[in-house]
């Protein structure tokens, strides 16, 4: 599953591959796949405009059009955009083709049918469900130490369970809300209201750096790469305690311990977070 540095990565990509361009004709294969559009409104709103912009809200794609509508796709387990010549095969689990007046086409396919578009229009982008009750961005001015401190306060709830939680903060996804607890020494069980002010700094500064950290790691694979690739799991490369149940914590070389929390794996080290 991709986690925000990917999805903001595959941003960056079809930033630089497909805006400014002019969409000739657009297809949904599989209704399913954009609920709240007919396949027909989803060909007619999509059709002779051109892409604007390209950006994100949480792990929300959004291209903006010329027709001030907007196209938001959520990439979920599996979904996955490729860039290709009119002319080339669609992959399998193909559900959505663009095809733009240069003879290119973005195509979206999806093995596992979790992925999801809509197009909206743009003004009420800010209503639209998926999108209304999201927190602040992580690099957002509005994400400070003061907003955590407050938003943590709050609950009783584990505090690895509120980083997951997309109304307090958008992006922390599994993986780096282990690692943002991690280097900030924080018992991922510990009720969040009981973590204290001056720990909260620390914990604020290095979600924001875990991810941009992330961010940079696949920018560079991008230029490296050149064309549109979101093969995710890169995050191998900042991780220090996901994923590394049994094998020793780089910091103090306890071994790594995996816990159960809403159903979904943590991976901290006992000693580095033991409060
Ligand atoms: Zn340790």
Known sequence: MPELPEVECVVRQLRRLIAGKNIVHARLIRPGLAPDNSPRQFADWLRNTSIESVGRRGKHILINLSNQRTLITHLRMTGRFSYLDESADDPAHTHAILLFDDGKKLVFDDQRHFGMMMVVRSKDLNEVRCLADLGPEPFSEEFTVEYLHRTLGRSARQIKLVLLDQTRVVGLGN?????????????????????????????????????????????????????????????????????????????????????????????????????
């Open 175 to 275: 993986i780096y809300a282990s690692e943002a607890l991690h280097r900030s020494g924080i018992n991922p069980k510990t009720p969040a209201n009981k973590i204290s002010k001056r720990r909260i700094g620390p914990l604020h500064r290095e979600i924001v750096a875990v991810l941009g950290e992330a961010i940079a790691n696949d920018a560079q694979f991008d230029s490296e790469s050149g064309d549109l690739d979101t093969s995710y799991g890169r995050y191998e490369t900042v991780s220090k305690v996901y994923d590394r149940e049994g094998q020793p914590c780089l910091n103090c070389g306890t071994q790594i311990r995996r816990i159960t929390q809403g159903a979904r794996s943590t991976y901290f080290c006992p000693r580095c977070q033991a409060r």
